[in-house]
């Protein structure tokens, strides 16, 4: 299986950019490469997918190595409402999260 | 609607009760997902269901029984459980891709059931 691997934890100063990194070294070609976020007692929710390409939302930005064995979610300008934990997950025929990374955001 | 309701929100139980969680969605989503998380830990698929065919068993032990009765719908049937099963219990679904299995979009959680088993 195509496993992630993450940093445990991040801090990030309010309204500065957060870089979220993640390696996916057994990645597929058919993986999409998926980025979800879990607040404390809530579902995760999704924040942001691609499989090539970089992608921006209105969430966040996402930046795929050219190899596609790495990827980084990119928050333009954290605030204390970006603080969660963010799994990167590859999906495709697997569901399976990683340890994810602990986010706090500094007022 | 782009919700996946799931009830009860809480649930305590004994070990010799029977009890059942379930997962709502209208989205149209034809794969549909259990997960179960314990705290401080990323969640860990269960079943995966896709097309209302269970298509996934990450060899969960048998007191935990999947069903999904129709589109819409997927129940977690639970009996007998062990105090080591209390967790949130996670509902997901999904489009599925043209090939009928794998997923390309977005998983839409509910909030989840938390289970205490006493």
């Known amino acids: 299986d195509a496993k992630t691997t993450q940093p445990n934890s991040m801090e990030s100063n309010e309204e500065e950019p957060v870089h979220l990194p993640c390696n996916h070294s057994?990645?597929?070609?058919?993986?999409?490469i998926h980025w979800y976020r879990q607040l404390p007692s809530q579902g995760p929710e999704y924040v942001i997918h691609?499989?090539?390409s970089n992608v921006n939302n209105r969430m966040a930005s996402l930046a795929i190595a050219e190899d596609r064995k790495s990827s980084t979610l990119i928050l333009h300008r954290a605030t204390l409402r970006d603080a969660a934990v963010y799994y990167c997950?590859?999906?495709?025929?697997?569901?399976?999260f990683g340890t994810g990374t602990s986010l706090t955001v500094i007022p | 609607d782009t919700e996946v309701t799931q009830t009860p929100k809480h649930l305590v139980m004994g070990m010799t009760n029977k009890k059942s969680l379930k997962c709502e969605q209208h989205?149209?989503?034809?794969?549909m997902y259990w997960y179960k998380q314990k705290a401080k830990k990323p969640p860990e698929l269960m079943f995966v269901?896709?097309?209302?065919?269970?298509?996934i068993n990450e060899s969960v032990p048998s007191r935990f029984s999947p069903e999904c009765p129709n589109s819409s719908l997927l129940n977690l049937h639970l009996h007998a459980l062990q105090p080591e099963d209390s967790a949130l219990y996670l509902c997901?679904?999904?489009?599925?891709?043209?090939?009928?299995?794998?997923?390309?979009?977005?998983?839409?959680f509910g909030e989840g059931s938390r289970l205490t088993v006493l």
């Open positions: 997901a679904s999904s489009h599925l891709s043209p090939q009928g299995f794998a997923n390309t979009g977005e998983l839409f």
């Open positions: 057994t990645i597929s070609g058919t993986d999409y």
């Open positions: 691609g499989l090539t």
């Open positions: 997950i590859l999906i495709g025929n697997q569901f399976y």
């Open positions: 989205m149209g989503h034809r794969a």
């Open positions: 269901y896709s097309y209302e065919k269970l298509s």
